[in-house]
């Protein structure tokens, strides 16, 4: 099935931001893609508008019960001046996956990139080409059925907006440097049967009191912990985490709590393919910082949409700084971020199927 969308042009389209100086998720392009669920119609209606505010009824289910998903992707400019994106049926797939667990309507999957596809085609002069920039695409769906009853809804709204953006833990423009990361053992994100695999606004809301613990310490983000022992490491904020111990790199397992991240995945690919041993297993606390005693602890990193690959090098746990790798970017960090930020913006050959052109 193919499928097209008006386009209502945005007759007073916005300066672009300084591509010198973009951080993440602050500036807005001139469309966005609106789409309504209705019982017995599915999905219709889908169309490319001016980027605006949106009229929203205050009793409408999201505002009050958290009905709701997003998703996070990239479009990336190449040399040549294409414009491509990064496994966007990984996006589409991971969607549905939420939406089961949500009760929100599933999606075609071609839909669904296609709709990505026509927003950021209608924002094309948007992209940016900066190293270490790139047009992040946030889909998200709301729940806007009027009701007060804590049952799924029968109305939803789907929207793409798009802004240019910096990497989320601002590096210096392509260039990586290490981040310093709170290790929260007070407060958890998920538990098992939850909604931590899912990507929901809840698990971020609930997240935030850890965020200002975090801040407090001077760290970007929060490594999370296991709900039930507080002592297995699950994942960071806004990404997972991985840590190479000797020669060998380490990551939580899928298990229910964990963000399936499309980055985790590419990562765990390209280490396999390098022959580096990496597994998807529990690793306590206990075992990282007997590691890190023994210098044994190489690096540690967080994969993600937004944060591509960021090296960490300082965890803070419980007053205590753990410096990893003297502060430094890694080997195996840098290797990846140039691998993968190489075949996003066209500099490696795509020999695995995950790019898909926009134009
Ligand atoms: C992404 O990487 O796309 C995300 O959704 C993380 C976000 C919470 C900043």
Redesign the pocket.
Known sequence: MSYEFPVTRNPNPKPKPDQDHLV??QHFSDHMFTMDYDEGQGWHDGRIVPYGDISIDPASCVLHYAQMM????KAYKTADGHVQLFRPHMNAKRLNRTNERMCIPQMDEELFVEAVKATVRADIDWVPEKPGTSL?V?PFIISDEVSFSVLPAKHYRFMVILCPSGP?YAANMGKLSATRIYVEDEFIRAAQGGTGFA?VGGN?AGGMKASQKAQAYHCKDVLWLDAKEHEYVEEI???NAFFKIGDEVITAPLGGTILP?I?RDSVITLLKEWGVPVAERRLSLDDLFAAAKKGELKEVYAT????VISPIGTLCYKGDDFVINNNEVGALSQKLYDTLSGIQTGKIPDTRGWIERVN
């Open positions: 993440f998720g997003f998703e996070g992707m992040y946030r989320y990507k971020y904020g806004t990404s991240g980055t993600g949409t937004a944060a």
